[in-house]
């Protein structure tokens, strides 16, 4: 009977012991590993299991959201979708996801490499740790996955099936479109934000011209498929060392517009950046800031090289075809560079997002939630409340990364 059962601690050994390719992995006897679950996210189960050869992760979806708990119920084929988006991120960016080892649909069970000795890099940016070439390994990998992902490089055929097939994945996009696009905007049943912040809302929540831009950015996001977004790519989707970093949980997995996943990544930066104060002595403060503000501006200058070089080198599918362009004696560069544009300014509106987002409905980040001091915080969200309105009313006037990074060092000024 492979029918769903949550697993545990206690069950998962003998449940994976059962199956080859993850029992010679490990080694020796399933009575023998150790297990620990280890989940701090708000979906799933996530267990370390430790062989004497090999330790593995097997995260498995609960038929609910774990943060909520079974008042809301959310549907097991996650797993399918996350599985597929894994092997295809790792086809277009190979060795920036795990390995998977296993996966097993009925039990929205994947098992895959254990990361170690990564850390989340939300942890690693509150402790005032840097990663050696951060902004040049997610750029890449946003451009990337973004190309490879479009007609650009895809058949239109393949596009169209891949499209169909994510386009089953209703209730996590759904999840976007209200904690994300909608919440933040009224005063939803599950929103929360800091004591001292109201009057910052209700400016928000009055701006009729915020809520127009931010409904556009909602359209973009839910009808326009220009490629397989990782859909949820924050600063806890990101695994780090001091040299490395690599990509998990896409889960949230859909067919989007170009600038979502790096705009959502940009506004992590940014609230990690505003949250700083209450983290670093005033030594380390100014330093680790511009840091983590250079890393922005690398995330963005790699995205735009590599994007480039890909549209130059590898531009095969339906879009901009090199009959129209190379074919014709024309230099088939202004017109990404155009392109580029239009992604960045979209980018810029879905990081003023995200940044709302964070910090008025439910599942805020631990940049600010570990203050616990709300005299201490709420200043400091403000900053980020009003810099993220700011990008979404003004996304097109931003010229560069440098520009949006000025506007962060003002408003940290306040
Ligand atoms: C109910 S899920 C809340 C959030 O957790 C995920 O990581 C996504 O960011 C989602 O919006
Ligand atoms: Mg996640």
Not at 21 to 30: I, K
Request: net charge negative; charged share 25%; proline share 4%.
């Amino acid at each position: 009977d492979n029918s769903y059962k949550t697993l545990s601690v206690e069950t998962i050994g003998a449940h994976l012991g059962a199956v080859d390719a993850v029992r010679s992995r490990l080694g020796g006897n399933a009575d023998g590993w150790s297990v620990r679950e280890v989940g701090d996210g708000n979906l799933n189960l996530v267990f370390i299991v430790e062989g004497p050869d090999e330790t593995v992760i097997a995260k498995q979806a609960l038929p609910y959201v774990r943060l909520v708990g079974d008042s809301w119920p959310l549907p097991l084929y996650r797993a399918f979708y996350e599985y597929h988006a894994l092997s295809r991120q790792a086809a277009r960016d190979p060795g920036l996801v795990p390995e998977i080892y296993h996966f097993d649909e009925a039990q929205a069970l994947i098992v895959m490499e254990f990361l170690s000795p990564h850390v989340i890099l939300r942890r690693k940016l509150i402790a005032g740790e840097k990663v050696v070439d951060l902004g040049a390994i997610l750029g890449r990998f946003c451009a990337r996955t973004a190309f490879y992902g479009s007609e650009l490089y895809m058949q239109s055929a393949d596009k169209k099936a891949d499209v169909a097939l994510f386009a089953g994945n209703v209730a996590i996009p759904a999840i976007t479109e209200a904690l994300v696009f909608t919440d933040p905007y009224f005063d939803a049943e599950m929103n929360a934000h800091t004591d001292g912040l109201d009057p910052v809302v209700a400016d928000l929540r009055g701006n009729v011209d915020l809520k127009m831009r931010v409904q556009r950015m909602m359209t973009k996001f839910a009808s326009n498929t220009e490629t397989m977004l990782h859909g949820d790519l924050h600063s806890g989707s990101i695994m780090a060392t001091e040299t490395e970093a690599r990509i998990i949980d896409p889960e949230f997995v859909q067919y989007g517009p170009f600038g979502f996943d790096i705009g959502m990544l940009t506004a992590n930066f940014l609230m990690a950046y505003f949250s700083q104060p209450a983290h670093r002595s005033q030594a380390d403060l100014a330093g680790y800031q511009e840091w983590i503000l250079s890393v922005i501006e690398a995330t963005f200058e790699t995205f735009q090289d590599e994007f480039r070089r890909l549209w130059r080198d590898e531009r095969q599918g339906m879009f901009y075809p090199q009959v129209l362009f190379e074919g014709q004696g024309h230099d088939p560069m202004p017109a990404c560079n155009a392109l580029l544009g239009d992604i960045w300014t979209d980018a810029i509106s879905f990081c003023g997002i995200e940044m709302h987002r964070r910090c008025l409905s439910l599942a805020h980040n631990a940049d600010f939630e570990d203050i616990e001091d709300v005299r201490i915080r709420a200043p400091l969200e403000a900053r980020n409340l009003t810099m993220g309105a700011e990008l979404i009313l003004n996304a097109e006037s931003f010229a560069d990364a440098q520009a949006l990074c000025s506007l962060a060092r003002q408003y940290n000024e306040r």
